[in-house]
């Protein structure tokens, strides 16, 4: 089998359902071939989702989908590592359930990686619903980046974009990463102890220390609902945790100390910018993202 695709769910089963219609529209016959699946992790829903989605699989005669119950939600990297665990495919591509495949892309990036075996990680090209890009390519957060981030860099493509063109980068976004199935195993999938958010950069940090090559992929029509799956709120508390996580695995002790003083002096900031302007969302989630690496 060429491709395995693994997709997530967490109490968003139209998102799972309208993103899986979407690969079915696109790839039956390749499909049907046992060229491609598709493997639905749900991360303990806890609701009427494993049911409902297995039920859509069969009503619509989808081949190779399947749906996997977790006992538990561990979080976005130990549920891919459990899809991967079930899947059969040469390349490994790991999609967002709030996105619409609305193209053959994916499975150009599949062949493009067979024909070229120095990529080991293949990012492809998400785009908003009104068809704009999103920044589906970073730098690795080194204390300059970190810093950029922190201040707002992201805004002024200083540190994410989407190149014109297939070329090398340093980590792509994991709601479209596609991998080679022995470069996941060799280091060993997804950091469990990253619950969400940055799990993607570590993988492809991991992956270049290893001596892997990460390329991005432009020609693909992929639409992604930013934060489909969860909320602003979680995404900062959960960007602050994990930010420090992989600079305590992977950095110096010093810059470990550096950067957890910009990320309290961030939010220290942002909570007094809250109690003058009685934003109460500022306060909450910074008082949040404090807690988180204190």
């Known amino acids: 089998m060429l491709l395995s695709i693994i997709t997530l769910n967490y109490k968003k089963k139209e998102l799972t ?22 493997i639905i992790v749900d991360n303990d829903s806890q609701d009427d989702s494993v049911p409902v989605m297995r039920e859509e699989i069969k009503k619509k005669k989808f081949a190779n989908m399947h749906v996997i ?19 059969n495919g040469e390349f490994i591509l790991f999609l967002n359930n709030d996105t619409i495949v609305k193209d053959k892309g994916l499975y150009k990036m599949a062949k493009y990686c067979e024909d070229h075996p120095d990529v080991a990680i293949l990012g492809g090209q998400l785009r908003n619903f009104d068809g704009s890009l999103q920044a589906s390519t970073g730098k690795f957060y080194t204390l300059w980046y970190a810093f950029l981030l922190l201040v707002g860099g992201q805004r002024y493509g200083l540190l994410d974009r989407s190149p014109s063109k297939i070329e090398k980068v340093d980590w792509v976004k994991g709601g479209l990463l596609m991998i080679r199935r022995d470069v996941f195993e060799q280091i060993k999938g ?6 969400m958010y940055t799990e993607d950069m570590e993988l492809c940090y991991r992956a270049h220390l290893a001596g892997k090559d990460i390329y991005f992929y432009p020609d693909v029509l992929v639409l992604h609902k930013e934060h489909g799956s969860t909320n602003k709120t979680f995404a900062i508390v959960n960007i602050y945790k994990n ?6 695995k992977h950095r110096s002790r010093l810059e470990f100390h550096l950067l957890k003083f910009l990320l309290e002096a961030k939010a220290k900031s942002l909570i007094a910018v809250g109690k003058t302007r009685k934003n109460q969302y500022l306060i909450e989630t910074y008082k949040k993202a404090l807690k988180e690496i204190n």
């Open 69 to 87: 119950a977790n006992s538990s939600n561990a979080g976005f990297g130990a549920g891919c590592n459990l899809g991967a665990h079930n899947s």
């Open 190 to 195: 997804f950091d469990e102890k990253i619950f």
């Open 243 to 248: 930010l420090l996580y992989f600079y305590k």
């Open 17 to 38: 359902i309208a993103c899986i219609n979407s690969l079915y529209e696109q790839f039956a016959t390749e499909f049907q071939k046992n060229e491609m699946e598709v």
